[in-house]
C-alpha cells in the first residue's frame, strides 16, 4: 500500500510516531541536497547560537549562592536557547543531523552525502563556536559578576577535560540520544512555541544531569583557553580539549545515530524501504 507524504496525526493534531519518522526521511532529505555553502553557513551560525545558550548558562553558573539542584535546572533551562533558535530559526547542528542517517537507510540519498554533510556541518559549528567565543573576549563577558563567570567557564571546562575518555564518551551517548529526541519531535512542530517546547525538557535534563554535548564543548574549551591566555587562571590544554572532544563526538554519533535515528527508522521506516523512497 502506497504510503503519502502528508503526516497523519492520532490525537489532538500531533503527528504519529511514524509520520514524525516519514517527515524526518523527508528533512534528511532536503539537508543533504543543500548547497555547501550553505551548509557551511548555516552550520557556522549553529555553533554560534549553541555558544549563546552556553554563555546564558554560564550566567546562572557564576552564581555562587545557588544551590546545586537550582544552578543545574536554571543553567539547563538557559542553555536551551541554543537548540530553540536553531530549530526555530534554522540552522545545521551535527548532534541533531546525526538523524539524518534515516535518508540512506531509507534509500532517498547515497551515504556519501550523509558523510559530506555531517564533516561540514562539524567544521562550520566548531567555527561558529570558536569565533563567538573570541567575540566574548573581546566583549569583556567574563568580567560579569566580578569576574565569577569567567571562573565559572573555566571551572565548567576542567571539569570536562578530567573526565576519563570512557565516561565522556558514554555521557556523549546520553546527551545526545536526548538532543536527537528533542530534534525528532521539533520536527514535528506546527509553531514556534512547540519548537521550544520540544527542545525544553530534553535540553534541561541533558545539561542539568552534566552530559557531553561536543559543539558545546567546542565553545566551553576553546572559551577557557582564551581566557587563561587572557590571564584568568585554569588548567586547560590543548590535549585535554582533543582528549574531551573525541570522545564527546563519538558518543554523540553512537546516540544519536544508533539509539535514535536507526531504531526509529527500524520501527517505523524499515516496511517501506526502496518502495517510496523516490515518491516525493
Given at each position: 500500500?502506497?504510503?503519502?507524504?502528508?503526516?497523519?496525526?492520532?490525537?489532538s493534531g500531533a503527528m504519529t510516531p511514524a509520520s514524525m519518522e516519514l517527515?524526518?526521511?523527508?528533512?534528511?532529505?532536503?539537508?543533504?541536497?543543500?548547497?555547501?555553502?550553505?551548509?557551511?553557513?548555516?552550520?557556522?551560525?549553529?555553533?554560534?547560537?549553541?555558544?549563546?545558550?552556553?554563555?546564558?548558562?554560564?550566567?546562572?553558573?557564576?552564581?555562587?549562592?545557588?544551590?546545586?539542584?537550582?544552578?543545574?535546572?536554571?543553567?539547563?533551562?538557559?542553555?536551551?536557547?541554543?537548540?530553540?533558535?536553531?530549530?526555530?530559526?534554522?540552522?545545521?547542528?551535527?548532534t541533531g543531523n546525526c538523524l539524518m542517517v534515516?535518508?540512506?537507510?531509507?534509500?532517498?540519498?547515497?551515504?556519501?552525502?550523509?558523510?559530506?554533510?555531517?564533516?561540514?556541518?562539524?567544521?562550520?559549528?566548531?567555527?561558529?563556536?570558536v569565533l563567538a567565543a573570541a567575540v566574548l573576549i573581546a566583549a569583556g563577558v567574563a568580567s560579569s559578576n566580578g569576574g565569577a563567570l569567567g571562573e565559572a567557564a573555566i571551572a565548567v571546562a576542567e571539569g570536562k577535560v578530567a573526565l576519563g575518555w570512557g565516561t565522556a564518551f558514554a555521557r556523549g551517548v546520553l546527551c545526545n540520544m536526548l538532543v536527537c529526541l528533542a530534534v525528532w519531535i521539533g520536527h514535528s512542530a506546527n509553531s514556534v512555541t512547540d519548537k521550544f517546547f520540544s527542545a525544553l525538557l530534553p535540553v534541561m535534563a541533558f545539561m542539568a544531569a552534566?552530559?557531553?554535548?561536543?559543539?558545546?564543548?567546542?565553545?566551553?574549551?576553546?572559551?577557557?583557553?582564551?581566557?587563561?591566555?587572557?590571564?584568568?587562571?585554569?588548567?586547560?590544554?590543548?590535549?585535554?580539549?582533543?582528549?574531551?572532544?573525541?570522545?564527546?563526538?563519538?558518543g554523540n554519533l553512537v546516540g544519536g545515530v544508533v539509539l535514535v535515528g536507526c531504531s526509529y527508522w527500524f520501527v517505523y521506516g524499515r516496511s517501506r524501504a526502496g518502495k517510496d523512497a523516490h515518491d516525493h
Open positions: 500500500m502506497k504510503v503519502t507524504e502528508k503526516p497523519s496525526s492520532s490525537y517527515k524526518n526521511e523527508r528533512v534528511a532529505q532536503t539537508k543533504a541536497g543543500t548547497d555547501l555553502a550553505s551548509a557551511l553557513v548555516l552550520s557556522v551560525l549553529a555553533g554560534a547560537f549553541i555558544a549563546m545558550g552556553a554563555t546564558f548558562m554560564l550566567v546562572v553558573k557564576s552564581d555562587a549562592s545557588l544551590p546545586f539542584v537550582a544552578t543545574q535546572l536554571l543553567g539547563g533551562f538557559s542553555f536551551t536557547l541554543g537548540l530553540f533558535l536553531i530549530l526555530a530559526a534554522g540552522a545545521e547542528l551535527f534515516m535518508g540512506p537507510l531509507a534509500g532517498r540519498f547515497s551515504w556519501g552525502k550523509l558523510f559530506a554533510n555531517w564533516g561540514i556541518v562539524l567544521l562550520g559549528n566548531l567555527v561558529g563556536s552534566g552530559f557531553e554535548h561536543c559543539v558545546a564543548n567546542m565553545f566551553f574549551l576553546p572559551y577557557a583557553l582564551m581566557l587563561q591566555v587572557s590571564g584568568v587562571a585554569g588548567s586547560v590544554d590543548l590535549a585535554g580539549v582533543v582528549h574531551n572532544l573525541s570522545a564527546a563526538t563519538l
